[in-house]
């Protein structure tokens, strides 16, 4: 049997068709499996009908709605390939990605329309052909077709299957140390296999109600979607993340399962109310993104909420490690072991296994690992080596087999659960008429876990913190800006010319200004 991510919904139609899939808060909506199923067709019918066909990127930019649960499902009934857009980038970042995949299709939400409009203005700086306008028609850029009607008037009919195993499914663009993103593409069978393996590990039950706050084009939100639906549980999706509306859905939709980075789960913590609300229902919340702090599981935990604390990648479509709630407290600072149908190997730099407590780089190999970076044969063949993913990441295994990540060789950021290369700031930085070099390090935040530091050598004495911040605004999403700055006379380097980022992380050791 061949595997295709939209035939799931199809399948699952047909297995509890009266079963609830898809719950939006903020309109009301509620649909069956059987009603979000006839959605996808709809949409996928649609697209066929406007030249979609296999191998089409198709980008969507637009906040969780149903708009983009249909959307993916269809695109991946048809043989299209989807291109999640993060929303918090801006105009020169979206057109990089925008012609780096040559999708031809944008859906758009009205929250991007004027973003959208500076887009269609530049011209053939992208490859769009269409372009799809969800929501207020009163507020439709003249260039765009209102999509929403369009939609709902085709057949519920099953669409042809265009696409199945080792075919494309999406490419998820994702930051690259050398400043430009990079696309990790993922198959039908890569994301097939993360649901699988995280199915064979996590505990599902079929009368689960998972609550989905992360945007959807996070790999953290999009493989959760898969599995709600690989699984037939209840999918409780947010327009967007708010802590308080968070624990008021816990209750009133009775949540049972859902993600949240630590980020998150501290303003959830901030924002709860003893004895407001009523989550006796919630069996155990993932996080993933950054080290959860002992102290937040042992508050959850004492709320009788189990952290499951999770280590994947977007290149390993979500998977690699797992930590169960009941070894959360004991081994603390830990991200567990490898999921069921995934293997984790922590190496040296010959790539020959280290032994217990000793450091080396983490290796992922699964069938849900990435097919490849999207038109980068150089940056797949340094990543892929031998059936094995190279992370970047260094950590450590006990004598237990759990595994401990101590630090990033790639020297990432990670800010609210956003990844964030200081590549990409530098790049930005040195464009800065009176900045003679720069480095940016990551300082640790209690609000965002990480927030972005700029340490500068500067040709004119009188450039400011207050300067350096303000240039960056509008240069890059907000998610990413600096929290602050330093000058210093020089920037430390070995001989190669490699910033020593460990020395300036022991002279700015923050705490980030928040």
């Not at 959208?116 to 799809?132: A, C, N, P």
């Not at 994301?191 to 079929?206: D, L, Q």
């Not at 967007?240 to 303003?267: G, H, Y």
Request: glycine share 8%.
């Amino acid at each position: 049997m061949q595997t295709n991510i939209g035939l799931l919904v199809t399948k699952r139609a047909q297995l509890n068709p009266n079963r609830e899939a898809y719950v939006q808060p903020d309109s009301g909506l509620r649909l069956t499996y059987l009603e979000l199923n006839k959605r996808v067709n709809q949409t996928a019918n649609y697209l066929v009908s406007i030249g979609v066909k296999k191998g089409d990127r198709v980008a969507i930019l637009k906040m969780n709605s149903i708009e983009f649960v249909a959307a993916f499902f269809a695109i991946a009934k048809i043989g299209g390939i989807v291109v999640p857009l993060n929303w918090r980038l801006v105009g020169n970042e979206l057109e990089f990605i925008l012609k780096d995949s040559g999708a031809t299709v944008l859906l758009f939400g009205s929250e991007f329309a004027e973003l959208v409009t500076d887009l269609h203005e530049r011209g053939d700086q992208t490859d769009i052909k269409h372009w799809l306008y969800s929501g207020d028609a009163g507020a439709r850029p003249d260039f765009a077709s209102q999509y929403e009607p369009l939609v709902l008037k085709q057949s519920v009919s099953e669409p042809e299957i265009a696409a199945a195993d080792d075919d494309e499914l999406y490419i998820m663009y994702t930051s690259g140390t050398t400043g430009l993103p990079k696309g990790v593409v993922h198959t039908h069978n890569s994301a097939m296999w993360a649901s699988i393996t995280g199915t064979a590990t996590i505990s599902f039950r079929e009368d689960d109600r998972y609550l989905l706050s992360l945007p959807l084009f996070h790999v953290g939100a999009l493989n959760p979607l898969t599995n709600a639906v690989y699984t037939g549980i209840t999918c409780v999706v947010m327009r967007s993340f708010d802590p308080v509306r968070t624990w008021e859905l816990i209750q009133d939709e009775k949540i049972t399962t859902l993600l949240a980075v630590p980020a998150m789960l501290n303003f959830m913590l901030q924002a709860l109310e003893q004895g407001k609300y009523d989550y006796s229902t919630v069996r155990w919340c993932m996080s993933g993104a950054s080290p959860v702090p002992k102290t937040m599981i042992e508050t959850y935990d004492k709320l009788g909420i189990g952290i499951l604390q999770v280590y994947g990648l977007t290149e390993t479509c979500g998977p690699a490690c797992l930590i169960g709630a009941e070894d959360s407290i004991v081994k603390a600072g830990s991200t567990g072991k490898a999921f069921f149908h995934t293997s984790v190997r922590i190496v040296d730099e010959n790539m020959k296994d280290v032994g217990p407590n000793e450091p080396g780089e983490v290796l992922v190999a699964g069938k849900h690992i990435m097919k490849e970076y999207w038109n980068r044969p150089d940056a797949t063949a340094e990543t892929l080596v031998d059936g094995w993913l190279r992370t970047g990441d260094m950590a450590e295994m006990d004598e237990d087999g759990f595994i401990y990540i101590r630090d990033r060789l790639k020297d990432m950021i990670i800010s609210g659960g956003e990844n964030i290369y200081p590549a990409e700031l530098e790049n930005v930085l040195l464009a800065h008429e009176k900045i003679r070099d720069v480095a940016v390090i990551g300082q640790p935040s209690d609000k965002w876990g990480e927030s972005p530091f700029v340490i500068a050598v500067t040709s004119d004495p009188d450039l400011s913190e207050a300067d350096v911040l303000a240039y960056c605004k509008g240069k890059m999403a907000a998610y990413k800006l600096p929290k602050g700055a330093a000058f210093v006379d020089e920037i430390p380097r070995n001989p190669t010319g490699k910033v020593l980022k460990r020395v300036l992380r022991e002279q700015f050791p923050g705490p980030a200004k928040d």
